[in-house]
């Protein structure tokens, strides 16, 4: 999973700044700092190489600030002139995504950076699924009542899960392909396999794991479609789960990760002890980890493409 998924492929505009130039000029020179799209923001980077690609310029910038990991290759629509100008527009989004943060639904169609309908339905989506480890730094704007309370459940995402998070939303916003349903391992699967994994580890079943395993399938089975669903994943979602249907039976560990982006947030509207909160931190951490041992086992390395058209699952992936 890395930046070789993204090599040859370009992206489709979603995350256009609308002063994208002619596919055939290089508009960026390598060793320019630039200012660049990830996700839903606009970062600091330096384009490190420029290579003309099937008749496109492509760039792969470094974010300043940012470990080396993230480095990846992008399209033009994804870059824009370090100016003045363009700097007030990198300001303003900021300012934006901290006012979408403080209001209670977390959601705002005013604040993405794009020009069509569905593109800011995919920046909404993107906000709601995407990693917050990626961020350089906190946003000023933060919830004011909640603060406290989000700071006791910083959850820590492994850099290669986080790096798997954006591989997922590359997939679908970009790629436009899809999770094949139904998948094996399936998330109660996968929450099997880790009670074991712990009674083995720990020579006896403690309740406590059983309990916080029970509240994470109840949280993902709730959280699925208010939250974790980007927006192309939504007629899947409909023509799969059904009244008498879990999506924890349906759905695996590529949506299972999203839902540990929004623990935070969740949690800080539950009353729970300081001591308790703690607690639960360590083992959502725990299983995070689990995840991150078995990430070739449990997660695809592709997608399938649109219209059921198979992309290429990935060897052993289906275990």
Known sequence: ??????????????????????????????????????GPRIYEAKVQ???????????????LGWNKNWDEWVGAD???????????????LDKKQGVDKSSKSGRSSQSKPKSSADAKADKEDLK???????????????????????????????????????DDWDFVTQQDKLVKLPRSPNVDDILTKYLEYRSKKDGIMTDSV????????????????????????????????????SPSTIYGAEHLLRLFVKFPELLAYVNIEEETL???????????????????????????GPKGV?????????D
Not at 8 to 37: K, M
Not at 225 to 245: A, F, G, I, S, T
Not at 310 to 318: I, L, M, V
């Open 1 to 38: 999973m890395g930046s070789s998924s993204k090599e040859e492929t370009a992206t489709d505009g979603d995350t256009s700044s609308g002063d994208t130039p002619p596919s055939n000029s290089n508009l960026f020179s390598e060793g320019e700092r630039v200012l660049a799209y990830h």
């Open 49 to 63: 190489k420029a290579e003309l690609r099937k008749k496109e310029w492509k760039y792969f910038v470094h974010y």
């Open 78 to 92: 994804r870059l824009m002139k370090l100016t003045e100008e363009n700097v007030m527009k990198q300001q303003a």
């Open 128 to 166: 709601n699924t995407a990693p917050k480890g990626r961020k350089r730094k906190s946003d000023s704007g933060v919830e004011k009542d909640n603060s406290s309370m989000e700071k006791l459940v910083k959850i820590q995402i492994p850099s290669t899960l986080k790096k798997q998070l954006v």
């Open 210 to 245: 059983g309990e916080i395993l029970k509240g994470i399938r109840c949280y993902f089975d709730k959280a699925l479609p208010v939250m974790l669903l980007y927006k192309k994943e939504r007629q899947q979602y409909n023509e799969v789960v059904h009244d008498d249907v």
């Open 278 to 304: 703690i607690r639960l931190q360590q083992k959502l951490m725990d299983f995070l980890k689990f995840l991150q041992k078995n990430q070739s086992t449990f997660f695809l390395s592709a997608y399938d």
């Open 310 to 318: 198979s992309e290429g699952r990935g060897k052993g992936k289906d």
